[in-house]
């Protein structure tokens, strides 16, 4: 599995709602924050020049968000350090993508939350989804991870038995990168 990029996120006495800890709203704009610097990271893509995914995606085409799913696992509190979002490519399609997040402490010891996010390339022309291009794939590929651990999915998508096969322990996002994006 690809190692995750870290992103240090600082939390904003306005994130804090009325029970003093950052409200659950908030926590999409810190994935969101998380996305788009990945987005703009470079990375040496297919024909060896550098550049980022959003360098790649160009003027004709933007993408949408399709879905966001999050499992909020501790409260945070308003505080002056950074919390860490920690961000992966779980998935791949013809015209859209996944990116698994965790929240997290620098050394992720503390699991805040985790999250999903399913993206979708979009023409700007017509509206309508548009497959990934070979260089798009090659340059989400590089932060290619496993699926997010939630920890109250059940791993088999049709079991018939209700949660018995869920693991209840405490999940462990990737490892981040030792370089963070700052």
């Known amino acids: 599995m690809a190692q995750a990029i870290q992103i240090p996120l600082q939390v904003r006495f306005g994130d804090i709602d009325a029970y003093h800890h950052v409200n659950n709203v908030v926590y999409l704009q810190y994935l969101e924050d998380a996305r788009v610097q ?8 297919q024909d060896g020049t550098t550049g980022s995914f959003d360098s790649l995606i160009g003027e004709a085409f933007f993408t949408l968000v399709g879905r966001n799913e999050i499992e909020y696992l501790a409260p ?16 791949i399609g013809g015209s859209s993508y996944d990116f698994g997040y965790s929240v997290t402490e ?12 399913s993206m979708v390339l979009v023409s700007r022309a017509t509206g ?12 989400l590929d590089i932060w290619r991870g496993d699926p997010v651990p939630f920890k109250r999915r059940p791993t088999a998508p049709n079991s ?4 018995s096969d869920v693991d209840r322990s405490t999940p462990k996002p990737p490892t981040p ?6």
């Open 160 to 163: 018939t038995a209700p949660n």
């Open 106 to 117: 620098a050394d992720t010891a503390v699991v805040y939350a985790l999250a999903a996010t």
């Open 38 to 45: 990945l987005m703009h990271t470079q990375v040496q893509v």
């Open 177 to 182: 990168q030792q370089e963070r994006i700052e």
């Open 76 to 91: 945070i509190a308003f505080r002056t350090e950074p919390v860490f979002v920690n961000i992966w490519v779980t998935n």
């Open 128 to 139: 309508r989804p548009v497959r990934l291009t070979e260089a798009q794939r090659a340059a």
